[in-house]
């Protein structure tokens, strides 16, 4: 493994109320850090708990240096707890992967194999789901399905927590809404090698899961904004100016229509339905080429400006330092 920062491996698990899985969690995974080569670092993200689980962190912590805690300030959502532990990972490859112990920390070694393969990032498959099939695994195929036709990056399985991430592949992008599925998506831009490989998935035991239809509905949202950050983020004008042009262009030729029976026909238009439209297209179709201008101005003082993370940070607990922020 070639090393890249202080830690060969960072794993990063957001924590939110699972205080009974978490002592569990803590052995499994140092029972498969061990066996990697190389040193290791295990940052738990606490997601604005509220139950026992910052205490069972702390606790941990407390005995092993190699574990670090971020606690948040409230609950963000699992993408900026995400993003708060790519901030703090020092490891060359990054894990990812759940704290309710669906996901097998014994697959770690698994994934960072794969990475030493020449990969940027392998995400997990979870081919045998141990959820429900009406609520969970049917929509999630579907979901899967369009997920890979819209962004042209195909996995199996993109909503699997259990990744791994090359960190010079993940510290460049910054992640907003449920968007952290869509990292493989995202990275594609970059020009990256991705691959997937089938994980062992688990029944959960203690706890309740935080998926909800809500859930799915910002999903699909997220999903129309990456599509456009794919293809249109540093070209705006391309797309609304597309649409503006075929506006413009139709309520022009209706207009000219018009015009045509009016002034040399001389038949009145005064209340055909066509000139209320024709004006209306031509408004619209100047509206979207003022956006696709105004969306240029916009992706140049978004890239030149400075950047703001997604999330507020109560403390961080690190035995390599007493940080408070």
Known sequence: ????????????????????????????????????????????????????????????QAGDPRVKIIRLRKNFGQTAALSAGFDRARGGIIITL?????NDPADVPLLVAKIEEGYDIVSGWRIR??????????????????????????????GCTLKAFRRDVVKHIKLYGEMHRFIPAIASTMGIAIAEVPVNHRRRV???SKYNLSKSI??????????????????????????????????????????YQRLILKQSIANRPLLLL?????????????????????????HESVEKPIYVIRDVIDSDSDEKI
Do not use: C, W
């Open 206 to 208: 203690h706890g309740k």
């Open 98 to 102: 759940d704290a309710d112990l669906q």
């Open 278 to 302: 024709s004006v209306l297209l031509i408004v619209i179709g100047i509206q979207f080429i003022t956006m696709g201008l105004l969306g240029e101005i916009m992706v140049r003082t978004y």
């Open 218 to 259: 910002r999903v699909v949202l997220d999903l129309l904004t990456v599509k456009f950050l794919l293809s249109y983020s540093t070209r705006p004008l391309q797309i609304f100016g597309l649409f503006g042009l075929i506006a413009g262009f139709i309520g022009g030729i209706m207009g000219g229509i018009l015009s």
């Open 1 to 60: 493994m070639t090393i890249t920062s202080k830690r060969d491996v960072s794993l990063v698990i957001p924590v939110y109320n699972e205080e009974k899985n978490l002592p569990v969690l803590y052995q499994e995974l140092i029972a498969a850090a061990d066996t990697l080569r190389g040193s290791y670092e295990i940052i738990f993200v606490d997601d604005g708990s509220t139950d026992g689980s910052f205490p069972a962190l702390r606790e941990i």
């Open 129 to 158: 789901r141990k959820d429900k099939f009406v609520s969970r695994r049917l929509p999630s195929k579907v979901a899967n399905a369009i997920i890979s036709k819209v962004t042209k990056v195909k996995l199996h399985d993109y």
